[in-house]
């Protein structure tokens, strides 16, 4: 089993930037895609990004592309998600995910996870 845990939210304004990081400990997450999901209260949690095992494919959400950009560091254990060009829509809380192995690419739906961190929130202030 991973375990997951987000750190890096916070209180910005409009056209800042954030990075978000993601540690993962019980068990290496090499083999596996990770990705960010969001929610916000009232709404399911939505697909933000998600990155290939050796980090070598990614993909985002159409209304992230340019902005927000997923990484990770297999040997530490860590995913981040560079969040630039903030807008007060991106208010949410950012989860980090641990994906089952599989064939299907992107992997962008909420099944296809395996192991969630408890969530950082961002909060953009207009």
């Known amino acids: 089993q991973v375990q997951l845990v987000e750190s890096g939210g916070g209180l910005v ?9 993601c540690v993962a400990s019980g068990r290496a997450i090499i083999m596996y ?6 929610q ?4 399911s949690r939505a697909f933000v990004a998600t990155v290939s095992w050796a980090g070598g494919y990614t993909y ?5 592309k340019g ?9 530490k254990n860590l995913v981040y998600l560079k969040l ?9 809380v950012y989860y980090c995910a641990c994906g089952f192995l599989g064939k299907v690419w992107p992997p962008t739906d909420v099944s ?5 961190g408890q969530g950082t929130q961002v909060t953009v202030s207009s």
């Open 13 to 21: 304004q409009a056209g800042d930037s954030l990075t978000l990081s």
């Open 33 to 38: 895609p990770m990705a960010w999901f969001r």
């Open 40 to 43: 916000v209260p009232g709404k």
């Open 60 to 64: 985002s959400v159409d209304s992230v």
């Open 67 to 75: 902005r927000f950009t997923i990484s990770r560091d297999n040997p």
């Open 84 to 92: 630039d060009g903030l807008k007060p829509e991106d208010t949410a």
């Open 112 to 116: 296809q996870y395996m192991s969630w």
